[in-house]
């Protein structure tokens, strides 16, 4: 439209809509969202002269999913603890595949260096790290994470055949989500109580345990016309209860230990508001509810290197794991409705690798190193403990 002196351009949006260009789940979550916050916002002023192909990037950019998948990460890391009860009560029945480092027991001398078989009140302690990554599922961004810490704990005779122990530590969790520019942290801090007997070659553990968790996000919103940084910081705690039978066979060589374990994992995160500008999310309280079954075999055996006695074991199973294994949760722009987010999935199908060597250093000195691995098509994660027994 034009008169003598000007020229008039009339703009109309068409009718498509921004979720029509989506290509993924959260994609068209967020596209929905966004749209839904109407003329004036800055999120869905720029989105409107993006590009489809922008306008994807946009929408992953600002769907948040690194608090949906922090689920998975810790999920996953949940093992460590009660990994490192169920050895402990195998060390004191001298169970198949676990570590033969003394511990430290009150005998009649006091504080002493004693067998992990002591029936004696016995304390330890191990340090741990592991790092592993989630594949993307086409959906959510691919997560790094990696946990390193020290847990210890102390357990003694109960009754004539089984032992009854309390497990606590410290670690802290790294994760990154690089493709959606985010990235969190979690400090944890852990307890548990664990217990298990061994009746004749007929061996069970279990246990009980909590997770404190304390976690901060940062996060980058950038797309063409638009800019923002965001971060997040709340509480969760995860919940854990478990049980193992294991059989053991002895050879003349070494010993085997076919085994079957049930976890269940329950994490629970706070509500939140990210800080920052257009692009902050808002979020309720979330839950997750995971379980693991794993079945394998252990074995060990005694080996002599020159003067130095070692025991050298190792392990193979299969994990499968069923429930909350691509965890979502519910966000909001301010001023908006709330949509779904899923995270980046936990590995169904997993082998878990274990192989460890204890050896003898000194008379008075013994050293034990292990290695854990889960390996999935889509996932894996690898960590390694260590522990130091030494007699003044």
């Known amino acids: ?9 009339d703009i109309s949006r068409t009718s498509t809509a921004f979720a029509d260009v989506a290509s993924t789940f959260n994609q068209r979550s967020v596209a929905a969202a966004a749209q839904a916050l109407g003329s004036g916002n800055p999120i869905q002023d720029n989105i409107l002269f993006l590009t489809a192909p922008e306008a994807r990037n946009a929408f992953d950019m600002l769907s948040g999913e690194v608090h949906a998948s922090i689920h998975s990460g810790l999920i996953e890391d949940s093992h460590s603890v009660r990994d490192a009860a169920s050895e402990r009560i195998r060390a004191a029945f001298d169970g198949v595949g676990a570590s033969s ?3 430290m027991t009150y005998g009649l001398g006091g504080l002493e260096l004693a067998p992990a078989t002591s ?3 016995a304390v330890w302690g191990r340090g741990f ?3 592993g990554h989630l594949d993307s599922d086409g959906n959510a961004a691919g997560l790094d994470h990696s946990t390193g810490g020290f847990l210890a704990g102390g357990d003694a005779a109960v009754g004539e055949s089984w032992r009854l122990g309390l497990i606590s530590g410290y670690s802290h969790t790294s994760l990154e989500a690089d493709d959606r520019a985010s990235s969190g942290s979690s400090e944890n801090y852990h307890l548990g109580l664990f217990a298990g ?3 004749g070659n007929l061996g069970f553990r279990s246990g009980l345990a909590y997770t404190w968790h304390s976690i901060e996000t940062g ?3 950038v797309f063409p016309g638009f800019a923002d940084s965001l971060s997040a910081d709340y509480d969760a705690g995860t919940f854990q209860a478990f049980g193992e039978l294991g059989y053991r066979i002895n050879t003349a060589s070494a010993s085997f230990e076919p085994y079957a374990n049930l976890a269940y994992v329950n994490f629970d995160a706070d509500g939140f508001t990210e800080n920052g500008g257009a692009a902050a999310l808002s979020s309720g309280d979330r839950s997750s509810d995971t379980a693991f079954t794993t079945l394998g075999l252990r074995a060990s055996t005694v080996l002599t290197l020159g003067t130095v006695t070692a025991t050298a074991r190792g392990g193979l199973g299969w994990r499968h794991a069923f429930g909350d ?3 979502d949760t519910a966000l909001a722009f301010a001023g908006g409705s709330s949509f779904a987010i899923k995270g980046v999935p936990i590995a169904k199908n997993a082998a878990l690798l274990e192989a460890g060597l204890d050896v003898n250093i000194t008379e008075n000195a013994t050293f034990g190193i292990a290695y854990q691995g889960q390996i999935a098509s889509d996932a894996q994660t690898h ?4 522990k130091l027994g030494v007699r003044f």
């Open 1 to 9: 439209v034009y008169d003598a002196n000007n020229v008039y351009l």
């Open 101 to 103: 480092v003394p511990v």
């Open 119 to 121: 029936e004696n009140f």
């Open 129 to 131: 790290g592991a790092w």
């Open 197 to 199: 007997t061994q009746n």
């Open 219 to 221: 996060r980058s919103v």
């Open 325 to 327: 294994v691509r965890p």
């Open 383 to 386: 960590g390694f403990s260590a």
